[in-house]
């Protein structure tokens, strides 16, 4: 029988067929750079507030620029490093676990990638003329409306969040249209990858969450350029209404930014244990109650605004309850640990590192269901220590015990191993000496946003070891920097499997063609690929004889970059006896999806014209206060701009001839 081929891609090269393509690979990959950008520089932005604080009555910022650059390290890492960095996964991994061959709306997807670095762009750069945002992430109104923060710097942050949020939106849509329908025959829900479970579940918390934060930010929009009173306390607003909207949005924002990571910690650990994940239902119901008790804990953080007895106890009840599921996952994780073989890579590291250390960081969350324990630490370091303990330790690790899994999927070659031990030990050792005597100048009553303190307050000690640490931690990502550009130009080739992993991801090539499957996958388990490489593995696993007359997909020969393709009908015959039967392993054939009769999205220039339409409309907010003629006049260019630019986006042919 002859070898089905296993297809590499046909692209354009070069800056325009970058700018042009709709490929969810390439634009995952746009995601990947932009955001390890921003987290480099909310990292660098990170180093400038621990200097300031490295020792009592420090000068290295001034009072205004310590405060445009804390609002700015929360506002990078949040809105532009770990929301897009997981996007970047979304893009690249969903379409090619589910079996399918590109999103739902490829031009929707470049579309949204555009206006996130736009967005970026227009927070990022007043900071470049001491302008950046400086009202904190959250930018509580009223302190930020225009009688008590009269510059332009809360604009920047308002106009930005609003592109921010029309990025999120337009790709929380193409995903959950994806997933629910464009699944490969089989694949039913209860055998997606747990990482497509956690991105439907993250996309609905979106959709149902960015609104929140889009009508807040557009209230306070009306009233610093329009003159409308709805946190004017003074006019009778009540001061709690923008605590209310934005937490409303707030909390589910935190598990918005784990749940990826969770996802991601669920493939590689089975990979590295060489066994299916324990309790996978029980993953997916513990995944879908966090998204749902997500919308239901955020006025815990504000217990120290005087809610009243019933609401405080409501709302500790809810923070005490989401810590179960959460719980599940942790004990899952270590289940499937136990009596597996491990392989200690760097991704299984960086896996565990995630499981141990937002453990750590879901503990203090718990302390905060009590209200009186709360009020003692709100607004201190505690809640400083508590944040990153989830965020980097938990988000962080989990996104990059991705990046070292997926690379060779994305890439075609490994990174460094010994370079990535190295990235891990500092950057495990840099997460606890910098955040965790941070729980003791919390708890001494060192205040959160704070500036200078005196020597005799008690927390120079702990300052110090804080920014010691921080220089783990640079140096662990600048060390994986280093990593994934030497390993993208030189790195040893992967070949199409090098972890022997059992999901349909790992059976076409690496990186895998425009088109990601020649002929679409028909699964009859969770482990298609382990089903037909190393059936042991999956025998406990539930299977369906539906698709078993044709699987359909390709199987990797091993790490040394030759590729072969070989299909059985039965998914429970090893690649061994496959050859053995006399379907003999060869090299790939490449083929293009011309030859192939493919029809693929047409590459197109409109959506970042689009985006730019949106964004120019945008800004003549920002140039509105100095002259209305002015603003009003680049507001209606950004808007014909838009409409031309989509007017070209729906007349040009949505797929290219086969």
Request: net charge neutral.
């Amino acid at each position: 029988m002859a070898p089905r081929p296993v297809l590499r891609a046909q692209t354009s090269d070069g800056v325009w067929g970058w700018i042009t393509t709709v490929d969810h690979k390439r634009i995952g990959k746009l995601y990947l750079f932009t955001s390890l950008f921003f987290f480099l520089v909310g990292g660098i932005e990170a180093g400038l507030i621990r200097a300031q604080l490295a020792g009592p009555n420090m000068r290295v910022l001034s009072a205004e620029t310590y405060n445009q650059i804390f609002t700015m390290h929360g506002t990078t890492m949040i809105f532009l490093a770990v929301m897009p960095l997981a996007a970047a996964f979304f893009n690249f991994l969903v379409p090619l676990q589910i079996g399918a061959r590109d999103v739902a709306f490829p031009r929707l997807n470049a579309f949204s990638y555009w206006i996130y670095l736009l967005g970026g762009i227009i927070i990022t750069v007043p900071i470049f003329f001491r302008a950046a945002p400086d009202g904190g992430w959250f930018n509580y109104a009223p302190l930020s409306t225009k009688q008590s923060s009269p510059g332009i710097n809360v604009d920047f942050w308002a106009v930005g969040v609003q592109i921010l949020g029309l990025s999120t939106l337009a790709a929380s849509i193409n995903f959950i249209t994806t997933i629910l329908n464009l699944r490969a025959p089989g694949m039913n829900l209860m055998r997606m990858p747990q990482f497509t479970w956690n991105v439907l579940v993250v996309q609905f918390m979106v959709l149902l969450a960015f609104p929140v934060l889009t009508i807040a930010v557009q209230f306070l929009i009306f009233d610093r350029f329009f003159g409308t009173n709805f946190y004017t306390t003074a006019a009778g607003a009540d001061p709690l209404l923008w605590q209310h909207l934005f937490w409303i949005f707030g909390h589910p924002e935190v598990y918005i930014l784990i749940l990826p990571a969770f996802g991601l910690t669920s493939e590689v650990v089975p990979v590295f244990s060489r066994k299916p994940l324990f309790g996978y239902p029980a993953m997916i119901y513990a995944t879908i109650l966090i998204g749902f008790f997500g919308f239901g804990v955020w006025a815990h953080h504000m217990f120290a605004a005087g809610m009243g007895p019933v609401a405080d106890a409501a709302f500790s009840l809810t923070t005490m309850l989401i810590a179960i599921p959460t719980g599940v996952k942790i004990f899952n994780w270590i289940s499937t640990m136990w009596g597996g073989s491990i392989r200690f890579t760097t991704a299984m590291l960086f896996a565990i590192g995630l499981v141990s250390s937002f453990t750590i960081g879901g503990i203090s969350g718990v302390m905060h269901a009590s209200p009186p324990a709360d009020l003692q630490q709100t607004d201190t370091y505690f809640i400083v220590a508590h944040i990153h303990y989830v965020l980097f330790g938990g988000s962080m690790f989990g996104l990059f015990a991705g990046i070292y899994h997926y690379f060779p999927k994305m890439f075609g070659r490994l990174l460094d191993e010994r370079l990535g031990k190295a990235h891990f030990w500092l950057a495990l050792v840099g997460l606890h000496v910098t955040f965790f005597p941070m729980h003791f100048s919390g708890l001494l009553g060192m205040p959160r946003r704070i500036y200078t303190y005196d020597a005799s307050q008690g927390y120079t000690g702990f300052n110090q070891i804080a920014t010691a640490g921080y220089g783990f931690l640079f140096v662990s990502v600048l060390i994986f920097l280093y990593n994934a550009a030497r390993s993208m130009r030189s790195g040893r080739v992967a070949g199409n499997d090098p972890w022997q992993a059992g999901t349909l991801e790992w059976s076409i090539s690496s990186p895998p063609p425009d088109y990601n499957f020649a002929e679409l996958p028909r699964v009859t388990s969770r482990y298609p690929l382990w089903d037909l490489t190393q059936p042991e593995l999956t025998r406990e696993v539930p299977h369906s004889t539906r698709g078993d007359e044709r699987l359909g997909i390709s199987v990797a020969a091993g790490m040394n970059g030759q590729e072969v393709a070989v299909t059985h009908p039965n998914p429970a015959i090893s690649g061994r006896e496959i050859a053995g039967a006399g379907m003999h392993e060869e090299p790939a054939v490449q083929r293009t999806a011309h030859e192939l009769g493919i029809l693929m999205p047409t590459p197109t220039i409109m959506p970042l014209v689009c985006a730019g339409g949106v964004a120019v409309m945008f800004c003549g907010l920002l140039v509105l206060e100095r002259s209305t003629a002015a603003g009003v006049g680049v507001m209606v260019c950004g808007a014909v701009w838009w409409v031309s630019a989509l007017y070209g986006w729906l007349t040009t042919p949505l797929e290219r001839a086969a």
